[in-house]
């Protein structure tokens, strides 16, 4: 049933953000991440959604896997604000790019940090 699935959908992504202490993020707290330049939302694509790029060869995967993730929730979160606000011309929709390729800056991303990655887009960022 579609219902039974968007409530399991639902209870996932508040467990997530229970787990990451979503509620509150203190930018000191992930300012290393946020200053590798891993992420970021630049430019738009043919249909006028943002592009947000998310580059591999610029992370830390030295760094604590919680926090690189409270981090990209951080600038996600914020652009979904900026939608919500209507900063692109009403657009509601945003693109991700995952650059995997290169060497990063430290460490190789894990399959658990990867695996966790894409079920944070895909499920608490639904198109």
Same mark, same amino acid.
Not at 3 to 28: K, M, S
Not at 38 to 56: A, I, M, T
Not at 60 to 71: E, I, P, S, V
Not at 82 to 103: Q, S
């Given at each position: 049933? /579609? =219902?039974?699935?968007?409530?399991?959908? &639902?209870?996932?992504?508040? =467990?997530?953000?229970?787990?990451?202490?979503?509620?509150?993020?203190?930018?000191?707290?992930?300012?290393?991440?946020?200053?590798?330049?891993?992420?970021? $939302?630049?430019?738009? %694509?043919?249909?006028?959604?943002?592009?947000?790029?998310?580059? /591999?060869?610029?992370?830390?995967?030295?760094?604590?896997?919680?926090?690189?993730?409270?981090?990209?929730?951080?600038?996600?979160?914020?652009?979904?604000? $900026?939608? %919500?606000? *209507?900063? #692109? %011309? *009403? /657009?509601?929709?945003?693109?991700?790019?995952?650059?995997?390729?290169?060497?990063?800056?430290? *460490?190789?991303?894990?399959? %658990?940090? &990867?695996?966790?990655?894409?079920?944070? #887009?895909?499920?608490?960022?639904?198109?």
């Amino acid at each position: 049933c /579609n =219902e039974e699935r968007a409530l399991a959908t &639902l209870r996932w992504c508040l =467990e997530q953000r229970q787990q990451l202490r979503l509620w509150h993020i203190d930018l000191e707290e992930v300012r290393a991440e946020l200053e590798l330049g891993k992420v970021v $939302c630049r430019g738009l %694509d043919r249909d006028s959604h943002p592009v947000v790029l998310y580059r /591999n060869c610029r992370a830390d995967h030295t760094l604590d896997l919680t926090m690189r993730l409270r981090a990209l929730v951080l600038v996600l979160d914020y652009l979904e604000v $900026c939608l %919500d606000r *209507g900063d #692109f %011309d *009403g /657009n509601t929709t945003w693109v991700v790019v995952l650059d995997l390729g290169g060497k990063p800056a430290k *460490g190789s991303m894990s399959y %658990d940090y &990867l695996s966790r990655l894409i079920k944070l #887009f895909m499920k608490s960022y639904p198109a």
